[in-house]
């Protein structure tokens, strides 16, 4: 179990470069880029992996502050897993300190799941990440509902949210940076009550 002061390494996972910017694929990202806004500092370029890192806290300042390391891994998707275990092992952290935050096709747009370990359902983030360190790690999982008709997947997480989905994305985006600010700072279970609806 680790101490109560060991950091979280908080992943958001997505595409480098502006072509994928806005794509649903890249909504850990999103999510990411405002934590980082809201700790007040700017992703840098990390020595131990391909990955650009924060290290800030969240939560009340004094006692129920938490030490954070916010990272977008700056390798495509398919290969977030070997820069997030190199930010791990640079940190001495173990994978249960390891809270990822992604796209999720399997519910409603900006519907939001919070879990403990579990499968990858596909997605090829998780799975390289759970095949470089294994399931036991937290997630936050960012709905973006399925593609419609015969779309391929890849197409449809690969393009940008729709404009009918910009409309509420700022506010989906803010209340899943509240989700893992919560799941740091109260725990898993209070966290899913809270935001698991």
Not at 116 to 137: E, P, Q
Not at 153 to 168: C, I, Q, T
């Amino acid at each position: 179990m680790p101490a109560e002061n060991t950091p979280w390494l908080v992943a958001g996972l997505g595409n480098p470069g502006p072509g994928y910017a806005a794509n649903r694929h890249n909504v850990g990202f999103m999510v990411a880029d405002l934590l980082a806004s809201r700790m007040g500092g700017r992703f840098k370029s990390h020595k131990a992996g391909r990955a650009q890192v924060l290290e800030g806290r969240t939560g009340t300042p004094g006692v129920s502050s938490h030490r954070v390391v916010l990272a977008k891994p700056m390798s495509y998707m398919n290969l977030s897993g070997g820069p997030v275990k190199a930010l791990l092992d640079f940190y001495g952290l173990p994978p249960e300190r390891l809270l990822a935050v992604h796209d999720e096709l399997d519910i409603d747009y900006g519907t939001l799941r919070l879990k403990l370990g579990g499968g990858d359902n596909g997605h090829n983030g998780l799975k390289s990440i759970t095949k470089a360190l294994g399931r036991d790690y937290h997630r936050v999982r960012f709905g973006v509902g399925r593609p419609p008709g015969r779309m391929p997947v890849a197409d449809y997480v690969l393009k940008d949210f729709s404009a009918a989905e910009r409309k509420e994305l700022d506010y989906f985006v803010d209340r899943a940076a509240d989700a893992v600010e919560a799941l740091i700072t109260e725990g898993l279970e209070r966290a899913q009550s809270a935001y698991n609806c």
